[in-house]
Structures are given as C-alpha cells and as structure tokens.
C-alpha cells in the first residue's frame, strides 16, 4: 500500500466552480499535511499546509483533515483557469524528515 | 534570492556514462532532498540529507550516491546511467521546524 493516495483524474470543472481533491494517507501518525500545486514543465510550489483536525482556509483555498478517517482533502472555490494545474498531496509523518507524495490529481478549469 | 538552484537542467546521458546533479541553496536550510518525479508516479525521494554531514536513504536509492558538501550544497551522482533513471529530478530545502519544501526548478535527465 502506498503511503499517499490520491485519484489521478483528471478532474474537469466549469469556471467559478468548486473543485474538490481528495488524499488517504496510511500512516495513522503522521503530524503533517501539505497540498502542493504544480504547473505543467514547472516545480511543486506550497499552497496549503494543515496539522489539526478540521478545516483550514486561506483565500479560495480550504484544507480538510480528518485523522480518524486518514484523509485530507483540497477545495478550490470559484475556480479560475489559472488554477488548471496538477494538486500533489504530501504527508510527513510523525515530524520526521521524510515527507511522501501521491500521484497528483490533474485539474483542468474549462473556461 | 536564487532559492534552490539546479544544475544542469537538461542532459542527455548513453547508459553507462556517470554524472552528478548539483544542488545549492541559498536559504540556510537544514535539510535538503533529491526527488525523481516520473508520469503516474508522483514525487518519489531517493535520498535526504537531515543536517549538514548526513544522508538517510528514501524510497528509491538504488543506483544513486549522495554528498552534502557543505550546509548549501547537496549532490546526486549516477556511476553507471541506466535507461530507467530517465526522469526529472528535484532538489529541495526545507524550512527549519517547518513544514514547506522549496523546490529547484527541476533537472530533465535522459538515459539512451
């Protein structure tokens, strides 16, 4: 089992939608919870980081943790198209060092 | 403030041929990586280094060495090159007692 799910997609939403992204995780310590986005041709950059169960927002973008689920989830309100981009989940478990990817959801907003 | 720079950003290897992806960052970080990203398979870690004078394995160590040269400076070398290294490779730093990896712009390896 990998340490870090998610559903590849694509994901396809109309402009001004919601877009939600979803990520297991199997580690049932782990600490911390990352969302990165990454361009096409470019390098993961960080949008949303979440520790505590519950919800986090900032701006259109919310972070959903659920630890008793193992599960974290992306929604990205009012989506533009400058949002169609690759949404790479990451997990570090228990403070460590080591921090695991998924696969990445590919998320095309069609104008 | 260059971040994490990474060189070369693209290369052309023929199995067999050996080189090393250079990696520096400017940010007085700790800890520093060497990811491979590959179609389907997301960013898996070959190794990371803790502090300046270790290295610690990841997921996919084989057919890769390290070095931390300095607190800056993290390097991957590949002795022998093989067809299944083709990838893009990313360093990264990550903020002390935080949780944000910087990344490099990412290095474009083919294996002939």
């Known amino acids: 089992q990998k340490e870090v799910e998610q559903n590849s997609g694509p994901l396809s939403v109309p402009e001004g939608a919601i877009a939600s992204l979803n990520c297991t995780y199997s580690?049932?310590?782990?600490?911390?919870f990352f969302w990165y986005r990454q361009y096409s041709g470019k390098s993961p950059e960080l949008i949303m980081s979440?520790?505590?169960?519950g919800d986090k927002e900032d701006g259109r973008f919310t972070a959903q943790l659920n630890k008793a689920s193992q599960y974290v989830s992306l929604l990205i309100r009012d989506s533009q198209p400058s949002d169609s981009a690759t949404y790479l989940c990451?997990?570090?478990?228990?403070?460590?060092?080591?921090?695991?990817f998924g696969t990445g959801t590919s998320l095309t907003v069609i104008p | 403030n260059a971040g994490v720079t990474q060189t070369p950003k693209f290369q052309v290897l023929k199995t067999g041929q050996s080189m090393t992806l250079q990696c520096a960052q400017d940010m007085n970080h700790n800890s520093m990586y060497w990811y491979r990203q590959d179609p389907g398979m997301g960013l898996r870690l070959i190794y990371y280094s803790a502090s300046e004078g270790t290295t610690d394995k990841g997921e996919v160590p084989n057919g890769y060495n390290v070095s931390r040269l300095n607190k800056r400076e993290f390097s991957l070398r590949l002795e022998s090159a093989a067809p299944s290294q083709t990838s893009v490779y990313f360093c990264?730093?990550?903020?002390?007692?935080?949780?944000?990896?910087?990344f490099g712009e990412g290095s474009r390896l083919t294996v002939l």
């Open positions: 990264a730093s990550l903020v002390h007692g935080g949780g944000e990896l910087f």
């Open positions: 580690d049932r310590g782990s600490q911390s």
């Open positions: 990451a997990v570090n478990p228990k403070f460590g060092n080591q921090f695991y």
């Open positions: 979440i520790y505590s169960n």
